[in-house]
């Protein structure tokens, strides 16, 4: 049984009807058309699904559509343009932590909440926030590295690991 289902999705309002018991990462892909937004595992273990609901991470291969109802929601796509994502993307690439690119989207998306929470992680903190997330190619220094780079730039520091050219 379909219903009506209402929410802000990158900064739009989005009216759809759909079963309410359905996958939000179904939801989000196939109905609504943003890609970035990956599915890995389908079971919230691996963190590719990641979007961001009312300032919070959560894997959208376990959420139900009914439980975006009046939330506001951000892919990897509503952060285009953002300063801050800006930041962390262009750090992202700066430290090598961007190889195959899967799982990128939902790394971006939780260092952005990891950033607004802690704007000048500690390691162990920057671990923690990424915890959700698994990437099978970089072997993590140089997310972790990004991260604390682009932390460092948003703070206006210069980031310790500055490559000089």
Known sequence: MKKVIQFILNNQAVCIETDPAGRLLDTIRDLLGYKGTKEGCGIGECGACTVIMDGRTVNSCVTLNAQAEGRMLT????????????????????????????????MILSTYV????????????????????????????????????????????????????
Request: charged share 30%; hydrophobic share 30%.
């Open 75 to 106: 892919t990897i796509e509503g952060l285009a343009g953002d300063k801050m994502a800006d930041v962390i993307k262009k750090a992202y690439v700066e430290e090598g932590a961007v190889q195959c690119g899967f799982c990128t989207p939902g």
């Open 114 to 165: 990891l950033l607004k929470e802690h704007p000048d992680p500690t390691e162990d903190e920057v671990r923690d926030g990424l915890s959700g997330n698994l990437c099978r190619c970089t072997g993590y220094t140089s997310i972790i590295r990004a991260v604390l780079r682009a932390a460092k730039e948003l703070l206006g520091e210069k980031p310790e690991n500055e490559r000089s050219e």
